[in-house]
């Protein structure tokens, strides 16, 4: 439920769960805002084009009340100049930002110029929570466009974009960071863009540098460094290393923050916040994730975009240029990704099924003008493995029939991941059924050097990049063995967080 403070919110019209803002809000600031959005501790990364509005109401299904989602990062000349990409990307007040059921909610904008940001911010403001920077993105694509992480040598840019919303928006503006080389140079970045004017800091812990088979561990003692030298009022959130409901925890007791974000560790497993002792929700069949999935954007997205008008037109007479726009839109384009990171473990097993979710596409229509046909067959084919794999090896159930899980007292010899539980802690083997939703695990970085994925390179002592040696690869080689593994949630690689 998205909690409104009476006395300074909007006072919104609702109609049918649209939003119609009637009066101008009173801008809150800090710790005040927060608590106004219902103080979230868990929080749904911002990933491009992975975090699209289908993506954010199965991860709320799945996660406590109050979760924070963040939209897909948003290119803010294109939002601001283009009503074809805006309307791809963002579409209030029925779709995004629905106040019943797409609450809390940061739209979060790339970009390089105070102007076009401003215009872009204005155009979402009164359908949003905040309007967030990213300062974060270190991909290619960034570099070119001089935006993301490669804005972070230029902090009088980044003062006049921040502050700019800060000044002329009626919602706050946030920011997501990097840590830089050293913890020092990390707080003095951290403590301009709060004085700027953002309400609330993300710090990922890895830096510019890593990503891709050089993504590694995110360092939090720099997160924690940078919360305990900003005031109490800077509300921080926490991102990388979260693969498991129980890094949470762990991470808040260890550096302090308000609250944790998940980037790949949610595309896997869109339940990793879930808190229930049930151990089916909070590792859910794949099968029945990916049904989830499929019915929201049939009965909550589909119904709300112009394909069944354009289809019941005379073919004669039906726009191609049109129906490109529709297919185009941002909840349809990221359904075959997150098929195959939800699938992960059940893919390579059938490589069958892998084949037909590579060739699928919402523009292979079935019989009746249906865009999700190609995908209900994969999904089709999934759940009869499912059914057979357990026909063949039934769960093991409790009194109650209910799964008893997947963790195991440590033995020697016995498959699955360590993991530390409970309070006190304690750890033990987690070996969680390929069927189900879990965390993807990624070769350490020297692991990646000796397959050739990774090259040696002279990177600045004393940093997080040096402790292993190896900085960005030159290409991706394969995966090669992986008898070594390490957790790698939240990177800016493979899940595109940003």
């Not at 084009?49 to 954010?56: D, F, G, I, P, V």
């Not at 924070?68 to 803010?76: A, I, Q, V």
Request: charged content about 30%.
């Amino acid at each position: 439920m998205h909690v409104v403070d009476a006395s300074a919110p909007e006072a919104a019209a609702q109609h049918d769960g649209a939003s119609e803002p009637v009066t101008k809000r009173r801008k809150l600031q800090g710790r005040e805002f927060y608590e106004s959005i219902g103080s979230p501790r868990t929080v749904v990364a911002p990933m491009v084009e992975q975090s699209e509005l289908a993506w954010r109401l199965l991860s709320r299904r799945h996660s406590p009340p109050n979760t924070l989602c963040y939209t897909p990062m948003l290119h803010s000349r294109l939002f601001a100049n283009s009503p074809i990409y805006r309307t791809q990307s963002f579409q209030p007040p029925h779709l995004d930002g629905n106040v019943t059921s797409d609450r809390p909610v940061f739209v979060q904008f790339c970009s390089n110029d105070p102007k076009d940001l401003l215009a872009a911010a204005k155009e979402c403001q009164d359908h949003c929570d905040a309007v967030d920077l990213n300062l974060g993105c270190p991909q290619g694509i960034a570099k070119k466009g001089h935006y993301g992480a490669f804005l972070q040598e230029h902090w009088g840019l980044i003062r006049s974009l921040i502050s700019t919303l800060h000044e002329n928006l009626d919602v706050p503006v946030t920011a997501k960071i990097r840590i830089l080389e050293t913890k020092e140079k990390s707080l003095e970045y951290a403590k301009m863009v709060v004085d700027a004017g953002a309400q609330v800091l993300t710090v990922h812990g890895r830096t510019r540098e890593q990503k891709g088979h050089n993504t590694g561990l995110a360092d939090w003692s720099y997160i924690k460094y940078i919360r305990d030298n900003l005031p109490r009022e800077v509300v921080m959130f926490a991102n990388g290393n979260i693969l498991w409901q129980e890094d949470v925890e762990r991470c808040i007791a260890e550096t302090g923050v308000d609250g944790v974000m998940s980037a790949e560790g949610n595309l896997y497993n869109p339940a990793v916040f879930e808190t229930s002792s049930d151990w089916d929700k909070r590792f859910p069949r794949m099968d029945i994730i990916g049904r989830e999935y499929l019915d929201i954007i049939r009965h909550q997205i589909l119904p709300h975009l112009p394909l069944t008008e354009l289809l019941s037109r005379e073919p004669s007479k039906r726009s191609r240029k049109l129906l490109n726009e529709v297919f185009k839109d941002s909840n349809l384009t990221p359904i075959k990704s997150h098929l195959f990171k939800l699938w992960h473990t059940l893919l390579p097993r059938h490589l069958e099924v892998r084949n037909a979710v590579g060739r699928a596409s919402t523009r292979h229509m079935g019989p009746d003008g249906d865009p999700l046909f190609e995908y209900e067959q994969c999904l089709a084919q999934v759940e009869k493995i499912i059914a057979e794999e357990l026909e063949r090896n039934p769960e093991e159930v409790d009194a109650e029939g209910r799964w008893v899980g997947p963790d195991r007292e440590l033995e020697e010899g016995e498959e699955g991941i360590e993991v530390e539980v409970g309070n006190p802690p304690r750890k033990v083997r987690r070996c969680v059924p390929w069927y189900r939703c879990q965390p993807y695990y990624r070769a350490l970085p020297e692991i990646a050097k000796a397959n050739g994925a990774l090259k040696e390179k002279a990177v600045k002592e004393n940093t997080p990049a040096a402790t292993s040696g190896v900085v960005r690869k030159a290409e991706d080689d394969g995966d090669g063995p992986e008898h070594k593994k390490m957790k790698v949630d939240d990177s800016c690689g493979d899940g595109k967080c940003c």
